[in-house]
């Protein structure tokens, strides 16, 4: 679900403190794009698209890849097909198991993430 390689080599790549900057950053924008995914179906397939780029960025490896499934299916225009419940469940899960050992990575302010 996570790929813990990714996630270590993006915390050595910018260190502890810019690694929990970019959590933070990543959990405020991909929550506000998931809580109002498919509302507006013209911009289904450019959301998937966002999710999937900030998702392979953090590691989230299932989610960026259900994402991808429904960029593809947006862009062959086949959109109201899209499980977009499936997509912000997949969000939620992969979310709760990145979590669980963000603390292994980096602290948010001034304590560590868990």
Known sequence: MI???????????IGEE???????LFLDEVEAVVARLGAKPERLEDELHFLKGSAWNLGFAAFGAA???????AAAGSGAAVNVQSVVANYASS???FMAR???FCTVGGSRVA
């Open 3 to 13: 790929d813990w390689e990714r996630v270590a080599e993006l915390r050595d790549e």
């Open 18 to 24: 810019g690694f929990a900057e970019v959590l933070e």
């Open 67 to 73: 994402c991808q499934d429904g960029e593809r299916m």
């Open 95 to 97: 979310k709760a198991a």
């Open 102 to 104: 963000a603390g292994e």
